[in-house]
Every structure is written in C-alpha cells, then in structure tokens.
C-alpha cells in the first residue's frame, strides 16, 4: 500500500504542476493575443493617418516654398555699381 500511495502522491503533485504550467501557458496566450489585437490596431489607425500626413506634409512644403518666395520677392535689390569707366577706350 505504501509503494501505491507514493505512486498516487507523485501523480497528483505531477498534475499540480502541469496545472500550473498550463495556467502559465494560457495566460502567455492572452497576453500574446491581447498584443496581436493592439498590433492590429496601431497598423489600422496608421493607414488611416497616413493621406492626413501626406496632406500635412504637402502644406508645410507649400508654405516653406511661399515664405522663401516672400522674402525674396520683398528683399531689397542691390543697385548695380556703376563704375567711372565709360566704354572701352583708356582714359
């Protein structure tokens, strides 16, 4: 009876452990899955997000493109320097 009743005692704490593995298995897995769920997310909200970027993108190279226009359209031309030499011939 003894040699059954080790026998029985290691079974059951064989079981116990695999339980616990199994538990540790199963939440692995919803964590796995919780993070498959958020990762499926992020790539939706991206796509979404990307013509709005592209949008945002194109208007900030408009408005470099019409500042720099502004500045040197507004910018003082530098008269051109006339010099006392009038033609070809030496003086």
């Known amino acids: 009876m003894s040699r059954r009743s080790a026998r029985i005692e290691q079974a059951e704490s064989g079981i116990a452990e695999v339980q616990k593995v199994l538990e540790h298995a ?37 408005a470099v493109i019409v500042i720099v226009a502004r500045k040197v359209m507004s910018s003082p031309q530098p008269e051109p320097d006339i010099d006392d030499y009038s033609g070809g011939g030496l003086a």
């Not at 909200?45 to 993108?57: C, E, G, H, I, M």
């Open 26 to 62: 199963q939440g692995a897995l919803e964590t796995a899955g919780r993070i498959d769920e958020a990762a499926t997310t992020a790539a939706t909200t991206a796509r979404r997000s990307r013509p709005f970027l592209k949008l945002v993108l194109v208007l900030g190279v408009v």
